[in-house]
T-cell receptor, first 118, second 113 residues
Framework: AQTVTQSQPEMSVQEAETVTLSCTYD???????LFWYKQPPSRQMILVIR??????QNATENRFSVNFQKAAKSFSLKISDSQLGDAAMYFC???????????????FGKGTHLIIQP | EAGVAQSPRYKIIEKRQSVAFWCNPI?????LYWYQQILGQGPKLLIQ????????DSQLPKDRFSAERLKGVDSTLKIQPAKLEDSAVYLC???????????FGPGTRLTVL
């Protein structure tokens, strides 16, 4: 079974600065997807960015980018120019590429609480 | 486009009582998921439906939890009887099909006293 580990329970950053959230995972599969989700106090989980394991290029979405190191099984999220609206819980998640039968539930880490200091 | 709807948003019950949660996925989405998120943890998949058939229920505690998705649209998750450790947020998500982005609802916060 796959596991996802987020070793930083909480991170704090000054507004407009850059912060990096860490995630490691364990899997025996060679093809899979990795995600970062944001969960604000409203509890609605929002997809921030996704990475396909077969792609060597790191994904980027505006101020959000990832550093995907497949051999090290590491998947960190960098947030540039942090804004007050970025404050939330951030979850790293794993999904198999193909499991047969369509089972594609996400495996989540425990999350990192990101605080933005004004 | 309307998002995933869930009700109720909050529920407080005594242990050994029964409770049911409702989810209405995004229109046209064939795949529906229920996740359990205990305080301080990430969500854990309980069950996945494709239309009205179960794809994965390997982590569903079947002695007390049940779920159905009649007509392949709305879904209901039931707990009977509830235990203290069932206190959690129950998230519903839907997806157009397998291996697509999952869209989450706002969740139902259950407190078992």
């Amino acid at each position: 079974a796959q596991t996802v580990t987020q070793s930083q329970p909480e991170m704090s950053v000054q507004e407009a600065e850059t912060v990096t959230l860490s995630c490691t995972y364990d899997t025996s599969e060679s093809d899979y997807y990795l995600f970062w989700y944001k969960q604000p106090p409203s509890r609605q989980m929002i997809l921030v960015i996704r990475q396909e394991a077969y792609k060597q290029q790191n994904a980027t979405e505006n101020r959000f980018s990832v550093n995907f190191q497949k051999a090290a099984k590491s998947f960190s999220l960098k947030i540039s120019d942090s804004q007050l609206g970025d404050a939330a819980m951030y979850f790293c998640a794993y999904r198999s590429s193909y499991s047969g039968g369509g089972a594609d539930g996400l495996t989540f880490g425990k999350g990192t609480h990101l605080i933005i200091q004004p | 486009e309307a998002g995933v709807a869930q009700s109720p948003r909050y529920k407080i019950i005594e242990k050994r009582q029964s409770v049911a949660f409702w989810c209405n996925p995004i229109s046209g989405h064939a795949t529906l998921y229920w996740y359990q998120q205990i305080l301080g943890q990430g969500p854990k998949l309980l069950i996945q439906f494709q239309n009205n058939g179960v794809v994965d229920d390997s982590q569903l505690p079947k002695d007390r939890f049940s779920a159905e998705r009649l007509k392949g649209v709305d879904s209901t998750l039931k707990i009977q009887p509830a235990k203290l450790e069932d206190s959690a947020v129950y998230l519903c998500a839907s997806s157009p099909d397998y291996y697509n982005e999952q869209f989450f609802g706002p969740g139902t916060r259950l407190t078992v006293l």
